[in-house]
């Protein structure tokens, strides 16, 4: 079938279902269209096994296997593009709340024969698993929790048994994807008569490993991913769409994979191949194109629920930018100010009540403050000049703000209710984005007063303004540690103008060091002072701003989010877990959250309006 016939018969299933792909909202949308595409009418069934911690066998851990499934199981199960109902997945990782969902050598077993076991003529099932494997007299093996080091032929799961598992299901497909060392070992045409004989019976069998027999599979250094994995989620995504037909079936799925690590492998002097082999041909589609990666899918029922309180922000979904607030998950979004003017900049009061915010309904930008459930809206300043960036002192006694009454910023201090406001930096160049040490003592900002922006500090009621940044470029975004001994900021000393990079000093000025060689901006620390997050655009073949995140010392730098799109903004929670952040990656400005190490992506909000400006609350 050309490709513009299938796209236009996948486009038209949907339609005769009731939804297109964007707006699809349960399995039986997406799912009943690809079956109507593939000519049957079978369900999907799936098992999916990641283990990252294997501390009760005694070797070492993997970083990213059960980061591996997680997000397997989300992009295999997003409503707008996923080919698998949620509730039809099992996802089995060592974190899993359900003991009988914790991977065990018996728990996958049983896994495998009863839930995929399930399956009628016509469905279709997936086993897909990523840990440690071992290969012995040419079989492979799954390393599990409960493996042992001195029985661990006895005590793993043979693949081929995971395979003979399957093959006496009713199921007409199966899929089975291994991401483990030596686990291309035996193909599925070399496991014996009697199995070879079920599955030449079906429509289609599929195995496709991460690597050929005897070979090692990896772990990338740059994304928190195994190799094959990574391109597998990838290809999942919509890369994989060799002929652009909209779907994604398991055959491209292996041609690009094969094609992805081999070229990994390549440029890292490793020796990695996928293993691809199938009884019969045929065509198992997987997902749409269309997707992304990482996806927005339905959050896998192993992921701790997100601590801390509320997030406040900016959206501009009623046709001007107002302040809304929601809960950390991103339910309950709640509307808290209500005009035809924009408001922006929302910040929470130290305990939690109030939240300082910027508004033009006076026709121009003015400090308001309201409680945190929106009412008690009171203005603060009453300037013809604009005034913004409202920022607390710890103790919540005081507001410090910008104005420019005269045409230049300037660092003015007032009271909650509005009251005692003076210009605490007064001179005549410009002054602004007023930062509090963590003690409530001093305030950092960023001063014009030298030709070119520099860092000063002053006492909380403006006396002893001192210079802490001496050079022609350009310094900018000082950010406290939170002990209050060090102050990150950005800096064009020592790259192009405009090309910032990370440095940090003392509080007094003293002992800069450089912390990024490459571009990064608005440095953000952890609560616990050992990480600050950035973005930067430094990602050969993006050239677009990402998250990355480094000790405070300026090692370890990881990048966190991975798309061809901007991902800016990071800030953290009061617990120091979870990051939020603004990203394009679903065609406009929205907020997403993750954890500190990047893993589980989750989209906040999904509108065709922008949000951003995501701020915690203290608790």
Known sequence: MRKAG??????????????????????????????????????????????????????????????????????????EHGAFAEADVKLMTPDADDPDDRPTKNNILARVKSWLGQAQDGDTILFYFSGHGIEESGESYLITTDSKLSLLSDTTVPSRRVLELMAETKASKRVLILDSCYSGAKGAEEMGKATADVLSESKGWVKLASCREGQRSYQRKDVPYSVFTYAVLQGLGGQADDNQDGLITSGELNLFAWKEVRRWAAENSKEQEPVYSTVISGEIVLSLAGGSFPSAGPSPPTQTAVANGKIAFVSERDGNPEIYAMDADGTNQTRLTNNLAGDQGPSWSPDGSRIAFTSYRDGNWEVYVMTCDGTDQTRLTNSPADDDLPAWSPDGTKIAFGSRPGGNWQVYLMNPDGTGQINLSNNSWADWRPAWSPDGSKIAFVSERDGNREIYVMGADGSNQTRLTYNPAHDWHPSWSPDGTKIAYASDSGGAPGYPMIWVMNADGSNLVRLTYQHGDQP?????????????????????????????????QTRLTFDPVKAVSPTWSPDGNRTAFESYRDG?????????DGTNQTRLISDPAWDDNPSWSPF
């Open 524 to 556: 953000a620390w952890s609560p616990d002072g050992t990480k600050i997050a950035f973005h930067s655009f430094r990602a050969e073949g993006y050239g677009n701003d990402e998250i990355y995140a480094m000790n405070a010392d300026g090692s370890s």
């Open 6 to 79: 299938r796209a236009g018969v996948l486009a038209f299933l949907l339609v005769c279902l009731g939804l297109t792909p964007l707006a699809a909202q349960d399995k039986s949308v997406v799912a009943r269209a690809i079956e109507e595409l593939e000519g049957g009418k079978g369900d999907k069934f799936a098992v999916i096994v990641g283990i990252d911690d294997y501390s009760t066998v005694g070797i070492a851990d993997l970083k990213f296997a059960a980061n591996d499934a997680k997000e397997f199981y989300r992009i295999l199960t997003n409503p």
């Open 588 to 596: 406009n400005r929205e907020i997403y959250v993750m954890n500190s």
